[in-house]
């Protein structure tokens, strides 16, 4: 007779959806705002990290998803960067990149925000940078995406919220007109 896993009871925590702006979500990653051409290279733009690896920019599909989850994912080797294609409005959840190399390392809890980003901007995960998404209201949204050619192969380190903590969460969008 073999053992069944343990069942936990999984409490639902509503997060608001804020909108992203530069110092909100610098601790996650850079985001990335349309600049005129031949402006250099400076802090404000994403600082990758793509050494470890064979660079890979591709577009991906992705279909729409209920807003909520129980699990992040980041990846240790590389920075991630993420944009949508033609001008979709997206939302992304993130944790800090706690403790960046060690592999059995869990999301900080306190550190999770979810952000909505307009379709004329891009992301750059900061290495090790929790996340999951991108939710959005269409059927599917293609997505620019540069990250490695293994990372979803070799570097796809998963915190399952639910099993590890008990927790899921349920994004939460701003009422239309503000409050």
Not at 61 to 73: A, D, G, N, P, Y
Request: some cysteine.
């Amino acid at each position: 007779m073999t053992a069944s896993p343990m069942v936990r009871d999984v409490q639902l925590i509503d997060l608001a959806v804020e909108p992203i702006g530069t110092t909100a979500f610098a601790p996650y990653g850079t985001l990335i705002e349309a600049a005129e051409d031949g402006k250099p290279f400076g802090r404000d733009e994403a600082q990758l990290e793509l050494a470890r690896g064979t660079p890979r920019f591709y577009v991906m599909r992705l279909h729409h998803r209920e807003l909520s989850f129980r699990h992040l994912t980041r990846h240790i080797a590389v920075t991630q960067c993420l944009a949508s294609v033609g001008g979709h409005q997206w939302i992304l959840a993130v944790a800090s990149p706690q403790d960046p190399d060690n592999p059995d390392a869990l999301a900080d809890l306190a550190s999770i925000r979810a952000f909505s980003i307009p379709g004329t901007v891009a992301v750059a995960l900061h290495r090790s940078t929790w996340h999951v998404g991108p939710y959005f209201e269409a059927q599917s949204v293609d997505f620019f995406n540069l990250e490695l050619s293994d990372t979803n192969q070799i570097d796809h380190h998963n915190c399952r919220l639910d099993e590890q903590f008990g927790l899921a969460y349920r994004l939460v969008l701003p009422l239309a007109g503000g409050a």
